[in-house]
């Protein structure tokens, strides 16, 4: 029987550093000779992808806009997800669950009550192994961002929308701290790739 894959997901705002790092945690875990997914939310699948150009760029209402991310996280569980772990591989999300309750539950404040009553109908029992969450201050995030691209709709909110998701993250992580690990982003790369470096080879070594 083989045995089930691990799910590791990467948390953060944008600016934070995981785009940075996630190439080199798939290339780390497919050298130790298991097979690794890379994966991404909103997105994932077609539809997923689809349904991110609408969140990203599309005004809607706030029901709306959590509804979505879920409906695209329900099509990536059971088509991508799920499947991946049974085989036995290991996937590696950019972004998951964690981040509706931080952005729709904490920077949009309508709270974690409904947003783990959709958890609880979309997703029971799934949860990641590990989750890295890439924390810097959310001026630090602005000014690493403002250089790179044209800003979506979450990126144009102002300080205190991200100061609130950063708040909601922390509280994730300290209500959870066995599964999420806090990353001071704000670190040099190797600094930050060290840390992962040895938390990925005892998370390695622990599923032997």
Known sequence: MTARGLFITLEGVDGAGKS???GWLVDA???SGRTVLATREPGGTPLGERLR???LHEPMHLETETLLMFAGRCEHVRTVIEPALASGAWVVCDRYTDATYAY???????GAERIAALEQWMQPGLQPDRTWLFDVPPEVARQRLSASR????FEREAGAFFERVRAAYHARAQ???RRLHIIDGSRSVDEVRAQLEAELRALLESAQ
């Open 175 to 177: 209500a959870q701290p």
């Open 104 to 110: 729709q539950g904490g920077g949009r404040e309508l």
């Open 29 to 31: 875990i497919r050298a």
């Open 20 to 22: 940075t790092h996630a």
């Open 150 to 153: 044209d800003p979506d709709r």
């Open 53 to 55: 150009e609408l969140v």
